[in-house]
């Protein structure tokens, strides 16, 4: 039977159809193009992935390219840290290269522009630039320095160049278009003064290209045949082609750009500039705090490679943005620890429990499998002794019958070993339960419903565990006009206890990886020394926090009265809106939203569009041209229903070039899409 083929995503369909095109195998090649201004996070992933998945699916070269155009931001020491994540998921390039290897190169091309009348330099402050540049509805108009002469613009270029003029004073423009459409082609900035030291060229330099001149040409220098990147990049790719226009020869493999939904995860920042926020105001312990979405992060916390590529390889490649719930990552690293990590028992919260027909003196040490799910990972010998620590949290002195651990007269076994009944129990002063007195059995084979870990006291290692949870409360936390994103950081994110745990850890070397029965995977982290053995808790047995946030919605409602009760059933009993109705509703909103709301926002409204049908949409194709926001949410119901089979027809084609038209350059993304 041969094997099921995986469906290709669209940008493997691009792919695919420009080989059929007359594109060679060995011509397509691939770049990760990283900005070393900060470490890299979850979704960076995503980029990587889809980038080095394509070298690994075609067998073509992928090139690590840092783009190093702003030394005010850029260390070597992000440089060495991207390196080591990259490798660290299990990629390898073919060539690592810089942007600054170009730098010569791109000042050659940008005396040619000049030359060629398409370059200027425009001395004026950036808010009369800004002024001049209009906004999207309204078109630019022409600075006073843009019909400089050639040779005032190649004298005042290589003063610049030669340190002559201070921060600010003059940039090199694009000369394209001030009433574009695109704002981005109104003159876009090519070069600007910046007096930095450049971690590689050092003091060589004192203008720097923009990202836009240097991302395209760089990519034809490299001869890259697909430039891929994330959706926000798509309204620039058409700057993308104009500077190449200006360089390209028809004989080389000229660069496409195409674009893909970034990866946005639930109760998490992606913003570089926040995320070293956090670490500047010392809310978190560095880039690699194991509660940050940095993969040097997550690598602290105890996920693997293989967990981040799954996570990634399950999220898909999407055209249209959306927000990933973080427990499908949280998922995967515990599919992939439960088939390969260790299990072993630790009690983080203890109290004493003494089997008191349990011969004084007396130790054993008895078989433990190590992982069941993994038949070659053998047995260990764990100790067992009269005195055993347990879990506070197992034992009550009363309980009903769904309580399946230890109460005063009930039995349970201990894991690996026998079958226990609670006694009795001990107290302090105060009514805190200090000790629990048991019998135990040495028949084995009797059936109970409990299972509990525990440690011998005698042979317990003491360890710290450092229990993290997520580091905001807010799904998402910087999606919010009014407040903060620092106004949602979880004051309960990090736990350090002492706890204590069965011998064999202490062999436990930096970054192993363990399941603490019943309790969840943990690893060993970095500050881990000899006599102080630190685990970090990488995630639970199961998913706790949807069930958390459940119970704190529910205990946050008001009682209601029979009344308030009666009131509430009328209103159930009442016919729901359709989902049309809402889906203009939501329209109405969205173009005022933050980005993050927006995909929020647009994943309702996909979701709602499976309730929709075309006769009820259709009506919608003739909303005024200023309702931008309700024209959008058409647009992104009608790409349901053409997904889900709806043929188009003259009705759709006219809305969707209509739409294709408009300034907004939202409205032209969602359109072109479909």
Same mark, same amino acid.
Request: with cysteine.
């Given at each position: 039977?041969?094997?099921?083929?995986?469906?290709?995503?669209?940008?493997?369909?691009?792919?695919?159809?420009?080989?059929?095109?007359?594109?060679?195998?060995?011509?397509?090649?691939?770049?990760?193009?990283?900005?070393?201004?900060?470490?890299?996070?979850?979704?960076?992933?995503?980029?990587?992935?889809?980038?080095?998945?394509?070298?690994?699916?075609?067998?073509?070269?992928?090139?690590?390219?840092?783009?190093?155009?702003?030394?005010?931001? @850029?260390?070597?020491?992000?440089?060495?840290?991207?390196?080591?994540?990259?490798?660290?998921?299990?990629?390898?390039?073919?060539?690592?290269?810089?942007?600054?290897?170009? /730098?010569?190169?791109?000042?050659?091309?940008?005396?040619?522009?000049?030359?060629?009348?398409?370059?200027?330099?425009?001395?004026?402050?950036?808010?009369?630039?800004?002024?001049?540049?209009?906004?999207?509805?309204?078109?630019?108009?022409?600075?006073?320095?843009?019909?400089?002469?050639?040779?005032?613009?190649?004298?005042?270029?290589?003063?610049?160049?030669?340190?002559?003029? @201070?921060?600010?004073?003059?940039?090199?423009?694009?000369?394209?278009?001030?009433?574009?459409?695109?704002?981005?082609?109104?003159?876009?900035?090519?070069?600007?003064?910046?007096?930095?030291?450049?971690?590689?060229?050092?003091?060589?330099?004192?203008?720097?290209?923009?990202?836009?001149?240097?991302?395209?040409?760089?990519?034809?220098?490299?001869?890259?045949?697909?430039?891929?990147?994330?959706?926000?990049?798509?309204?620039?790719?058409?700057?993308?082609?104009?500077?190449?226009?200006?360089?390209?020869?028809?004989?080389?493999?000229?660069?496409?750009?195409?674009?893909?939904?970034?990866?946005?995860?639930?109760?998490?920042?992606?913003?570089?500039?926040?995320?070293?926020?956090?670490?500047?105001?010392?809310?978190?312990?560095?880039?690699?705090?194991?509660?940050?979405?940095?993969?040097?992060?997550?690598?602290?916390?105890?996920?693997?490679?293989?967990?981040?590529?799954?996570?990634?390889?399950?999220?898909?490649?999407?055209?249209?943005?959306?927000?990933?719930?973080?427990?499908?990552?949280?998922?995967?690293?515990?599919?992939?620890?439960?088939?390969?990590?260790?299990?072993?028992?630790?009690?983080?919260?203890?109290?004493?429990?003494?089997?008191?027909?349990?011969?004084?003196?007396?130790?054993?040490?008895?078989?433990?499998?190590?992982?069941?799910?993994?038949?070659?990972?053998?047995?260990?010998?764990?100790?067992?002794?009269?005195?055993?620590?347990?879990?506070?949290?197992?034992?009550? @002195?009363?309980?009903?019958?769904?309580?399946?651990?230890?109460?005063?007269?009930?039995?349970?076994?201990?894991?690996?070993?026998?079958?226990?009944?609670?006694?009795?129990?001990?107290?302090?002063?105060?009514?805190?339960?200090?000790?629990?007195?048991?019998?135990?059995?040495?028949?084995?084979?009797?059936?109970?419903?409990?299972?509990?870990?525990?440690?011998?006291?005698?042979?317990?290692?003491?360890?710290?565990?450092?229990?993290?949870?997520?580091?905001?409360?807010?799904?998402?936390?910087?999606?919010?006009?009014?407040?903060?994103?620092?106004?949602?950081?979880?004051?309960?994110?990090?736990?350090?206890?002492?706890? /204590?745990?069965?011998?064999?850890?202490?062999?436990?070397?930096?970054?192993?990886?363990?399941?603490?029965?019943?309790?969840?995977?943990?690893?060993?982290?970095?500050?881990?020394?000899?006599?102080?053995?630190?685990?970090?808790?990488?995630?639970?047995?199961?998913?706790?926090?949807?069930?958390?946030?459940?119970?704190?919605?529910?205990?946050?409602?008001?009682?209601?009265?029979?009344?308030?009760?009666?009131?509430?059933?009328?209103?159930?009993?009442?016919?729901?809106?359709?989902?049309?109705?809402?889906?203009?509703?939501?329209?109405?909103?969205?173009?005022?939203?933050?980005?993050?709301?927006?995909?929020?926002?647009?994943?309702?409204?996909? @979701?709602?569009?499976?309730?929709?049908?075309?006769?009820?949409?259709?009506?919608?194709?003739?909303?005024?041209?200023?309702?931008?926001?309700?024209?959008?949410?058409?647009?992104?119901?009608?790409?349901?229903?053409?997904?889900?089979?709806?043929?188009?027809?003259?009705?759709?084609?006219?809305?969707?070039?209509?739409?294709?038209?408009?300034?907004?350059?939202?409205?032209?993304?969602?359109?072109?899409?479909?």
């Amino acid at each position: 039977m041969s094997e099921e083929r995986k469906p290709l995503n669209f940008i493997e369909q691009i792919i695919e159809e420009d080989l059929s095109n007359g594109i060679s195998k060995d011509e397509l090649r691939f770049r990760f193009p990283p900005e070393p201004n900060g470490y890299l996070h979850i979704g960076h992933t995503k980029a990587i992935g889809i980038s080095f998945g394509l070298g690994e699916k075609y067998n073509a070269p992928v090139n690590l390219r840092f783009d190093d155009t702003n030394p005010a931001k @850029e260390e070597q020491e992000y440089v060495d840290a991207i390196k080591e994540d990259v490798a660290w998921l299990g990629y390898k390039w073919d060539k690592e290269l810089f942007s600054s290897d170009y /730098f010569q190169q791109l000042y050659d091309w940008a005396i040619v522009l000049i030359k060629e009348g398409k370059a200027y330099i425009d001395s004026q402050s950036s808010e009369a630039m800004a002024e001049q540049k209009g906004t999207p509805t309204q078109p630019g108009v022409d600075g006073p320095f843009r019909n400089r002469s050639v040779a005032e613009n190649l004298d005042l270029f290589e003063r610049m160049k030669n340190g002559e003029f @201070e921060e600010g004073s003059h940039i090199l423009r694009a000369k394209i278009d001030m009433q574009h459409p695109n704002m981005l082609m109104r003159d876009p900035i090519m070069y600007r003064i910046l007096k930095k030291h450049h971690h590689r060229t050092a003091n060589d330099w004192c203008i720097y290209p923009m990202y836009d001149w240097t991302h395209g040409e760089s990519d034809y220098i490299e001869q890259i045949s697909h430039s891929l990147c994330s959706l926000e990049f798509k309204p620039h790719r058409e700057l993308y082609d104009w500077f190449l226009d200006q360089v390209v020869d028809t004989s080389l493999i000229r660069p496409k750009q195409r674009e893909f939904a970034r990866l946005n995860l639930s109760y998490t920042i992606m913003s570089k500039r926040k995320l070293l926020q956090l670490v500047n105001d010392g809310v978190v312990n560095g880039w690699d705090d194991p509660r940050m979405p940095t993969i040097s992060g997550l690598r602290r916390r105890g996920y693997t490679p293989n967990a981040i590529r799954k996570f990634v390889e399950t999220v898909g490649v999407a055209k249209r943005d959306n927000v990933i719930d973080v427990s499908l990552l949280e998922f995967c690293i515990r599919e992939d620890l439960n088939k390969t990590a260790p299990r072993v028992m630790a009690v983080l919260d203890p109290v004493k429990l003494v089997i008191t027909n349990y011969p004084e003196g007396k130790e054993e040490w008895l078989e433990a499998e190590n992982n069941q799910e993994d038949d070659s990972a053998g047995f260990r010998k764990v100790p067992f002794s009269r005195e055993l620590y347990i879990e506070k949290d197992d034992f009550k @002195e009363a309980a009903g019958n769904k309580f399946f651990r230890l109460k005063l007269g009930g039995e349970v076994r201990l894991k690996n070993a026998y079958i226990i009944k609670a006694e009795s129990v001990k107290k302090d002063v105060d009514g805190n339960i200090i000790e629990i007195h048991c019998t135990y059995s040495e028949d084995t084979s009797r059936k109970v419903k409990g299972t509990l870990h525990w440690v011998s006291i005698k042979h317990a290692i003491k360890v710290e565990v450092r229990e993290y949870d997520r580091l905001f409360m807010d799904e998402a936390p910087d999606s919010h006009q009014d407040k903060d994103f620092m106004d949602f950081i979880n004051p309960n994110s990090l736990k350090v206890i002492p706890a /204590f745990a069965e011998p064999s850890l202490k062999e436990a070397k930096i970054g192993d990886r363990f399941q603490f029965q019943r309790l969840g995977y943990f690893n060993v982290d970095n500050d881990t020394a000899s006599e102080r053995i630190i685990f970090n808790k990488t995630v639970g047995l199961r998913d706790s926090w949807a069930k958390q946030t459940r119970a704190e919605h529910s205990r946050s409602k008001p009682a209601q009265n029979s009344s308030n009760q009666k009131q509430q059933n009328n209103k159930s009993q009442q016919p729901k809106r359709k989902a049309i109705d809402v889906i203009q509703q939501l329209g109405k909103k969205y173009t005022n939203l933050p980005e993050i709301k927006q995909q929020k926002i647009k994943a309702e409204i996909q @979701e709602l569009s499976k309730k929709v049908t075309y006769e009820e949409l259709e009506p919608l194709f003739n909303t005024a041209a200023k309702k931008v926001g309700t024209r959008i949410a058409v647009v992104l119901t009608l790409g349901v229903l053409l997904e889900n089979g709806q043929v188009k027809n003259d009705a759709i084609n006219n809305f969707i070039a209509k739409a294709l038209e408009d300034k907004n350059p939202l409205l032209v993304a969602e359109s072109e899409a479909i």
